[in-house]
């Protein structure tokens, strides 16, 4: 080892590159992927340790093919990164469904630039598949989408000529830098204002694809990740303002002659999200919108009151079936989605 020329690097000089096995193959390319807060990329080295009788230390261990981790953060701007690990070019379509992830394999290249602007190294992960990827939304901060992918392989660059992307990509200049959370309007049962959820804290979109590793004898690596069906669950939390949401999903019961919403038996509705562009008027221009159909509650904690704090309740739900078939239960457009 020596001692190395670079004291550190600041986020500034580190950058992402994906790529597609379908999107990038041919003559199309690997996209920059823009507006990323954080990526990590872990490799587990799974030992077994081994002993035997009569002896105290142990005898040896062996080793398992190497599993691959990355994990991405953006903040959600438009739908560059999320339709491109989805397989659909992100310049001439329209959306992603959830159950376009299962297919598509990705890999994920982060590289490194020195004080000259030149690349000195890049670490690769391939053959990755989407494990997972949530939408945040909060009342006060900027909506973020984040990614877990699955990879079989990895490789780290560091000799010059060697690189997959010797070059810094091209900066996107013209799309907004974050959409705060003020920009976000969440709807039940159909997309219109009349059916908006008031007072909402945070707001969750979960999608996970349960991950399955493929091995075989004599190989001392991964054959391959596959993903299985999409599961989509929702999260939020909302200040207590009148009967929302306990309306949507209790029906009026009437025990008595007296009127009551019996917290059982939850009913299914349909959840829209609509994200509109900061630069233009307030809920004028839809830049991204998401359309979750037949959501039930799985868990709901009606009320939680603290001491000189605001008084909220907690939901969590599932989508129990598609309404448009090969969807998955989650429906992703550039335009108002209004049927699921």
Same mark, same amino acid.
């Given at each position: 080892?020596?001692?190395?020329?670079?004291?550190?690097?600041?986020?500034?000089?580190?950058?992402?590159?994906?790529?597609?096995?379908?999107?990038?193959?041919?003559?199309?390319?690997?996209?920059?992927?823009?507006?990323?807060?954080?990526?990590?990329?872990?490799?587990?080295?799974? !030992?077994? *340790?081994?002993?035997?009788?009569? @002896?105290?230390?142990?005898?040896?261990?062996?080793?398992?093919?190497? &599993?691959?981790? #990355?994990?991405?953060?953006?903040?959600?701007?438009?739908?560059?990164?999320?339709?491109?690990?989805?397989?659909?070019?992100?310049?001439?379509?329209?959306?992603?469904?959830?159950?376009?992830?299962?297919?598509?394999?990705?890999?994920?290249?982060?590289?490194?630039?020195?004080?000259?602007?030149?690349?000195?190294?890049?670490?690769?992960?391939?053959?990755?598949?989407?494990?997972?990827?949530?939408?945040?939304?909060?009342?006060?901060?900027?909506?973020?989408?984040?990614?877990?992918?699955?990879?079989?392989?990895?490789?780290?660059?560091?000799?010059?000529?060697?690189?997959?992307?010797?070059?810094?990509?091209?900066?996107?200049?013209?799309?907004?830098?974050?959409?705060?959370?003020?920009?976000?309007?969440?709807?039940?049962?159909? !997309?219109? *204002?009349?059916?908006?959820?008031? @007072?909402?804290?945070?707001?969750?979109?979960?999608?996970?694809?349960? &991950?399955?590793? #493929?091995?075989?004898?004599?190989?001392?690596?991964?054959?391959?990740?596959?993903?299985?069906?999409?599961?989509?669950?929702?999260?939020?939390?909302?200040?207590?303002?009148?009967?929302?949401?306990?309306?949507?999903?209790?029906?009026?019961?009437?025990?008595?002659?007296?009127?009551?919403?019996?917290?059982?038996?939850?009913?299914?509705?349909?959840?829209?999200?609509?994200?509109?562009?900061?630069?233009?008027?307030?809920?004028?221009?839809?830049?991204?919108?998401?359309?979750?159909?037949?959501?039930?509650?799985?868990?709901?904690?009606?009320?939680?009151?603290?001491?000189?704090?605001?008084?909220?309740?907690?939901?969590?739900?599932?989508?129990?079936?598609?309404?448009?078939?090969?969807?998955?239960?989650?429906?992703?457009?550039?335009?108002?989605?209004?049927?699921?």
């Amino acid at each position: 080892m020596t001692n190395p020329t670079i004291s550190g690097l600041l986020s500034h000089r580190a950058g992402v590159w994906a790529r597609n096995s379908v999107l990038s193959s041919g003559s199309a390319t690997d996209i920059w992927a823009d507006r990323v807060q954080s990526v990590e990329i872990v490799d587990t080295h799974n !030992n077994t *340790d081994y002993y035997e009788l009569g @002896r105290v230390a142990k005898v040896g261990t062996t080793l398992d093919p190497t &599993e691959y981790r #990355i994990t991405l953060q953006e903040n959600l701007h438009n739908s560059e990164i999320d339709m491109f690990l989805a397989g659909v070019d992100p310049t001439t379509g329209s959306g992603w469904y959830a159950a376009n992830m299962v297919t598509q394999s990705n890999s994920a290249y982060v590289v490194f630039r020195n004080d000259n602007d030149s690349v000195f190294e890049e670490i690769a992960v391939a053959s990755a598949r989407v494990n997972e990827v949530t939408y945040t939304f909060v009342a006060n901060g900027a909506c973020t989408v984040d990614y877990t992918l699955m990879g079989t392989s990895g490789s780290y660059y560091h000799t010059a000529g060697s690189y997959v992307h010797p070059l810094w990509g091209a900066q996107d200049n013209t799309t907004t830098g974050a959409v705060h959370g003020k920009d976000a309007r969440v709807r039940f049962t159909s !997309n219109v *204002d009349a059916n908006r959820v008031y @007072r909402l804290q945070r707001f969750v979109v979960r999608v996970q694809y349960p &991950e399955q590793t #493929i091995r075989e004898l004599g190989n001392r690596e991964l054959v391959g990740k596959l993903v299985d069906s999409p599961n989509v669950t929702v999260e939020f939390d909302v200040q207590q303002g009148d009967l929302q949401p306990h309306d949507v999903f209790f029906p009026v019961s009437n025990d008595g002659g007296v009127p009551k919403r019996v917290l059982g038996q939850p009913q299914t509705v349909d959840v829209f999200i609509d994200v509109y562009d900061p630069d233009q008027g307030e809920g004028s221009s839809v830049i991204k919108s998401f359309g979750i159909p037949n959501c039930r509650p799985t868990s709901n904690t009606p009320v939680t009151a603290r001491v000189r704090q605001l008084t909220t309740s907690r939901w969590a739900l599932t989508n129990v079936s598609e309404d448009t078939l090969g969807t998955g239960g989650l429906i992703v457009s550039k335009t108002q989605v209004t049927t699921t």
